[in-house]
């Protein structure tokens, strides 16, 4: 394929990825707004080094690369937008306000129905070609209501990885849905 024909090529696993994350900002917009329903928690892990990730030194200092969150019973300010969320989180007693834009999550789970999504690194994301930057949309954001959240520490053995990007049980009853499922093979069989 010469460079006229890639510039041309349909960008599907992004258009995908963006999709996707729409599940996301509207299961985190629907909690904004009423609160988690039943036993509905989710673990939600990004990467701190993306762009537009907001945390404090101490925070990132910790967790250097990569973070999960769970919201489930303690946490404030509840905030999303189109672009991003934010949210306030007691860590060791002290409240830590983060801001974390959705092309930073790399997965998100919901294990009390056993859903969850797996996205691309956001470097692996920079790399795929772009016709323009588009602005973001109309900010979704309501009132905010007390939830909670229990921080959990980011997973320091990623050897599951092969695992879970195939689509396989995670261990938890979450089955983890990641693009390679969706994607055809290169070469036809004959």
Not at 59 to 64: G, V
Not at 110 to 137: H, I, K, N, R, T
Request: charged residues 20%.
């Amino acid at each position: 394929m010469d460079d006229t024909e890639q510039k041309a090529a349909i960008n599907y696993e992004l258009l995908v990825e963006d999709a996707l994350r729409t599940v996301v900002r509207g299961s985190l917009a629907l909690v904004e707004h009423e609160g988690l329903p039943g036993d509905s928690h989710f673990y939600i892990t990004f990467q701190t080094t993306a762009e537009g990730v907001q945390m404090s030194e101490a925070l990132k200092a910790a967790n250097p690369n990569e973070m999960t969150i769970v919201l489930q019973h303690q946490f404030w300010d509840l905030h999303v937008s189109e672009a991003y969320f934010s949210v306030t989180l007691s860590f060791s007693g002290v409240h830590h306000n983060l801001n974390i834009p959705f092309a930073a999550v790399t997965h998100f789970n919901d294990p009390s129905v056993g859903f969850g999504l797996q996205f691309s690194a956001p470097d692996v994301l920079d790399a795929l070609p772009e016709e323009e930057d588009s602005a973001p949309a109309a900010d979704i954001s309501g009132s905010t209501q007390d939830k909670n959240i229990a921080p959990a520490p980011a997973p320091s053995d990623r050897s599951n990885i092969s695992a879970i990007h195939g689509g396989e049980n995670n261990g938890d009853g979450a089955e983890i849905v990641s693009l390679d499922r969706f994607r055809k093979d290169p070469a036809p069989k004959k």
